[in-house]
């Protein structure tokens, strides 16, 4: 009977001992240090990657069939306008050439008679619709036969040598260096904030200490219906060409000042695993787990968003590390 009654206290007090351990770990403190939330005016900024293009680009594609008679360039020549770049089969523009000659003396002779009215206007018509055929032709010949740049640039691909057959691919192509452009997506919300003229900015991993000026140069008046956004064509002054057609670059773009709630970026939590980013607030003494999304950079900070990041929040940011959703906190000085 009496050994009963001592299991029975025994019982009772290892019960009690766990309830009260149970009690202890539920009402555990964590020491951390809190901030006042406080809004502060920013100047917005849209950060937009993209890649670098030439700011004209041409195929050297002449329209004519033949040898590719002599090739006057080589990958990486810096060109001028009107520089020769390909001389092809001169046959055809010849034979064009002497009938043209042929009928230059022709119409000479046709004016004088249309003068004298010793012809009648419609022979004199048929002939100088001749005339005016055969020359379009000659100088389309020329034109396609002594092939010249466009533009001033530089040679960025040579695809046949002297002598091969000429197969209507492109020969050479021509970039523009000195000036460069890039098309970037904007989001649609900022369409009544975006003007073509806006200088921005253009930033480089390979440039870490340099920024390059750009402008707006075309607003694209239609938004994709897929990703919500619209294009804005970019023109990117290159003088001293250190950026090159295909370069990865960032572009950031300033709008209008803005209140936003920044905290450190360091006191941003992120999950293991994943990309969703999470802070921790003082609620009536506990730790309040709050998913946020992460905007603008400020220095050091970051802009925080989410519906419970307000002004006047308690924000965690030293010893959020340790905490969890609900534990008590113990707000150091």
């Known amino acids: 009977m009496k050994k009963i009654v001592y299991l029975s206290i025994a019982v009772l007090a290892l019960m009690a001992c766990s309830k009260q351990t149970a009690t202890e770990e539920q ?32 195929n050297v594609a002449p ?24 001389r092809m089969d001169q046959t055809q523009y010849r034979t064009t050439k002497l009938t043209m000659a042929n009928l230059e003396t022709e119409m000479t002779r046709m004016n ?77 919300s900022y369409i009544p904030q975006v003007k073509e ?26 938004v994709d219906a897929s990703t919500h956004t619209f294009q804005c064509k970019i023109q990117i002054p290159n003088a001293q060409r250190l950026l090159r057609p295909g370069m990865y670059v960032t572009s950031l773009l300033p709008l209008n000042e803005e209140e936003i709630i920044c905290v450190p970026y360091q006191s941003v939590e992120k999950l293991v695993g994943a990309n969703d980013r999470f802070v921790f607030l003082n609620k009536d003494g506990r730790a309040q787990r709050v998913g946020v999304k992460l905007g603008q950079r400020v220095g050091e900070d970051v802009e925080i968003i989410a519906p419970e990041i307000v002004e006047g929040a308690e924000y965690v940011y030293v010893g959020q590390h340790k905490l969890v959703d609900g534990v008590k906190l113990e707000i150091a000085e």
């Open 27 to 58: 009402e555990k403190v964590e020491v951390v240090k809190t901030m006042t939330l406080h809004p502060r005016k920013v100047q917005r900024q849209l950060s937009v990657s993209t890649n670098l293009q030439g700011y004209e680009t041409v």
């Open 112 to 188: 004088a008679l249309i003068e004298s009215g010793s012809v009648s206007q419609q022979a004199y018509d048929q002939t100088k619709l001749g005339y005016d055929q055969a020359k379009e032709n000659l100088d389309f010949l020329k034109q396609n036969t002594y092939y010249r740049s466009p533009f001033r640039g530089i040679v960025s691909a040579k695809n046949n040598e002297d002598g091969e057959l000429y197969s209507g691919a492109p020969i050479l192509t021509i970039t523009q260096v000195e000036r460069l452009k890039a098309l970037i997506a904007i989001p649609e």
């Open 63 to 86: 329209s004519v069939t033949g040898r590719i008679e002599h090739i006057y360039v080589e990958v990486g020549d810096e060109i001028s306008k009107g520089d020769s770049l390909v």
């Open 197 to 222: 003229g806006m200088k921005l900015t253009l930033t480089s991993e390979i440039y870490k200490d340099k920024t390059f000026p750009a402008f707006i140069e075309i607003v694209y008046p239609t």
